[in-house]
């Protein structure tokens, strides 16, 4: 069983920055960030395997940045140059799946994260 909590979330004016954090009690290989603003699906916003391998979605890239912290089981993301379409609630989770026996952390596949935090809300207006 992995727990996840939340943290860091808040209101900013756009072009500000948020860092969230993620305590975690034990990572499962691949851990990630997703959002979900109001009315649309749960997307993934960045993920980080065991390797330090990251993978961004598009939309953030160069924006967000995902770092972890062993010794204190703690995930962060750094957001700078906030946008208000980044506005939502912003869960961390830890899953991942084997294809053809290579490990995959891909947050585009959400369905294959099985725990969640509660989420923090993040909310930049323009």
């Known amino acids: 069983q992995v727990q996840l909590e939340e943290s860091g979330g808040g209101s900013v004016e756009s072009g500000g920055s948020l860092r969230l954090s993620c305590q975690f009690t034990?990572?499962?290989?691949?851990l990630a960030w997703f959002r979900q603003a109001p009315g649309k699906q749960r997307e993934g916003v960045v993920g980080?395997?065991?390797?330090?391998?990251?993978t961004y979605t598009d939309t953030v890239k160069g924006r967000f940045t995902i770092s972890q912290d062993d010794v204190k089981n703690t995930l962060f993301l750094q957001m700078n140059n906030l946008k208000p379409e980044d506005t939502g609630i912003y869960y961390c989770?830890?899953?991942?799946?084997?294809?053809?026996?290579?490990?995959?952390?891909?947050?585009?596949?959400?369905?294959?994260?099985?725990?969640w935090g509660q989420g923090t809300q993040v909310t930049v207006s323009s």
């Open positions: 989770a830890s899953g991942g799946f084997y294809s053809d026996g290579v490990f995959q952390c891909r947050p585009d596949r959400p369905e294959h994260f099985g725990y």
């Open positions: 034990r990572s499962r290989y691949c």
């Open positions: 980080i395997d065991s390797d330090g391998t990251t």
